[in-house]
Every structure is written in C-alpha cells, then in structure tokens.
C-alpha cells in the first residue's frame, strides 16, 4: 500500500500523471478533523483544539506535500486515525473500534515503514483504552476486554488479521 502502488490504478486508468497529486491532497484535507478529534481524545479543550486543528496543517511539510507527488506525510491520517478509534475503543469497547484502528495503523506502517516507531503511542492508547495495566498486557486479554471475547468472534478477528497481513509490508 505504498505510494506506488495506489498511484498504479490512478495511472492506469487516467493515463496521465496530473491527478496523482490527489493522493496527498485528499489525506490533507482530511487532517484537520482528525486533529480535532483525537486532540480532544486527549484531553485537550474544544477551543484549543479548535485553534490547532487549523494550524498544524498548515506546518511546512504538510503544507509542501499537499499538492505535491511527496510520499512523506501521507500516513500521519492513518496514524491519527488509528489513535481515534483506539480512544473510542475505550468509550464502546466494540470489536469494529479494535479492527479499524489495527487495520489503519498496519495501512500507516505498510505506507511508510519510518511510521514503524510511532506503534508505541498506539499501543499504549490500546492498553489504556482496553482497561488494561500497561502495555505488556497480552493480546488475548485486550480482545477479552473488548466485548464478547475473541473466540466469539473468531471469523471476525481472523479477517482482521488478514486485511493487516496484505496491507503492511
């Protein structure tokens, strides 16, 4: 899922390079509602949020890479995505949070593998969200905690798993 290969479709089936600046526009345009939102995860008050949700688009590599065929800042909306739903897991304990955030993270590494450092602060938002006493908690206890159990949702937790296998690395 790296930069090359969403720009093969958009190549193929245009047959031109002038829409191939849409893969970094529309991220962009997304960023400050995920800003606002998982700043206000954090705690952080609806005004300032409000305030930065404007400004740090605006930050010199995002403002750059927005109209351009730069691949550097594009999965920060997978990342700030990943951490939305891992906060809300916290509020629903749903399974669907669970998978979207895990399925967007493994988009944000399998996009940019630098992204790969930046799993620690999600998995500690995980663990927080799951109830659980740290980040050393196991996989198995996280899906307990998220509902009715893993072995319930088998089938569910096992096409999870295989979206995040084809769409990391």
Known sequence: CGMEWMSAPL??????????????????????????????QFGVSRRV???????????????????SMGNDTFPVVYL?????????LGETHNFSDLAYSTVAMSLAIGAKPTALPLCLPWVLILARAGGLGGAAASVGTLFESVGRGWQKNFWRVLAVAVVVLLVSF
């Open 80 to 88: 700030l995505a990943a951490m939305s739903f891992a906060f809300r």
């Open 49 to 67: 949020s409000w305030w930065w949700m404007w400004l740090a688009p605006t930050m010199y590599g995002f403002l750059l890479q927005a109209g």
């Open 11 to 40: 190549l193929l089936f245009t047959r031109t390079d002038r829409v191939l600046f849409l893969l970094n526009f529309v991220p962009y345009v997304l960023l400050p509602g995920l800003c606002f939102t998982v700043w206000r």
